[in-house]
């Protein structure tokens, strides 16, 4: 008996062997190597319309998840500024060397479109001030608008967990979804940058738009 199941364990062993490789835990983690930064409240900068109060359009709730909601026909940030309306933080944890990375679990509401989720601020200049946008367009997770680089096609509805790595010297960008990496980008210089997520208007928008967030963390390669 013993013989005949023999090749039945075999076969057993080897399809185990095949879950594991193909699951995400089986994945490095992106973090791996990285130190932690500190990010106490006071980082976590909010922009919002500016002639809101800010529970009109940002929740932090007890468990400390982040709401953030827009109108796109709400005001820009700043009275007088040319952009469009956003409810989202800037992390206040600049840099411009080194290796640095975000991560934080985000949740995008099914029906929002046409709005960046997540950036790293600061280019070499203008017409661009940033060195990576993702933006949501009918539930796909894009590299700005770029339909051809697609960095998931179901985020809606889901909890999602977002890593960017910005290696600064070498220019260069990756991005993780639950761990499994997605995207690999050029940088576009710039001598200071940081990370901002939320909601902020882009093209062809839907009426109300809405992110959230939660475990946001910065770490980094290079002591600061």
Same mark, same amino acid.
């Given at each position: 008996?013993?013989?005949?199941?023999? $090749?039945?364990?075999?076969? &057993?062993?080897?399809?185990?062997?095949?879950?594991?490789?193909?699951? $995400?835990?089986? !994945?490095?983690?992106?973090?791996?190597?990285?130190?932690?930064?500190?990010?106490?409240?006071? +980082?976590?900068? &909010?922009?919002k319309?500016y002639?809101? $109060? @800010?529970? @009109? +359009?940002?929740?932090?709730?007890?468990?400390?998840?982040?709401?953030?909601?827009?109108?796109?026909?709400?005001?820009?940030?700043?009275?007088?500024?040319?952009?469009?309306?956003?409810?989202?933080? &800037?992390?206040?944890?600049?840099?411009?060397s080194?290796?640095?990375?975000?991560?934080?679990?985000?949740?995008?509401?099914?029906?929002t479109?046409?709005?960046?989720?997540?950036?790293?601020? !600061?280019?070499?200049?203008?017409?661009?001030?940033?060195?990576?946008?993702l933006?949501?367009?009918?539930?796909?997770?894009?590299?700005?608008?770029?339909?051809?680089?697609?960095?998931d096609?179901?985020?809606?509805? +889901?909890?999602? +967990? &977002?890593?960017?790595?910005?290696?600064?010297?070498?220019?260069?960008?990756?991005?993780?979804?639950?761990?499994?990496?997605?995207? =690999?980008?050029?940088?576009?210089?710039?001598d200071?940058h940081?990370?901002?997520? !939320? =909601?902020?208007? @882009?093209?062809? $928008?839907?009426?109300?738009?809405?992110?959230?967030?939660?475990?946001?963390?910065?770490?980094?390669?290079t002591?600061?």
């Amino acid at each position: 008996m013993a013989k005949r199941l023999t $090749p039945w364990i075999s076969v &057993l062993v080897v399809l185990s062997t095949l879950w594991h490789s193909c699951s $995400p835990a089986a !994945g490095a983690d992106p973090t791996a190597g990285f130190t932690a930064v500190e990010t106490t409240e006071d +980082r976590f900068k &909010l922009h919002k319309p500016y002639d809101l $109060p @800010q529970e @009109q +359009r940002y929740e932090l709730c007890a468990d400390g998840m982040r709401r953030f909601w827009v109108y796109c026909d709400d005001k820009p940030f700043r009275a007088g500024s040319p952009t469009k309306p956003r409810s989202e933080i &800037l992390l206040n944890v600049t840099y411009n060397s080194g290796v640095w990375q975000f991560e934080g679990y985000g949740y995008v509401p099914a029906g929002t479109t046409g709005v960046s989720v997540m950036q790293v601020f !600061g280019a070499a200049g203008p017409p661009r001030n940033t060195t990576l946008m993702l933006h949501v367009y009918g539930g796909r997770l894009v590299y700005y608008n770029d339909e051809a680089k697609v960095v998931d096609d179901h985020i809606y509805d +889901r909890w999602f +967990r &977002l890593n960017v790595v910005h290696d600064v010297q070498a220019s260069a960008l990756t991005v993780f979804i639950d761990g499994d990496k997605r995207l =690999v980008v050029p940088g576009y210089g710039g001598d200071l940058h940081y990370f901002k997520f !939320g =909601v902020y208007t @882009q093209t062809d $928008p839907s009426h109300y738009m809405e992110s959230r967030w939660r475990d946001v963390k910065v770490y980094t390669k290079t002591p600061y």
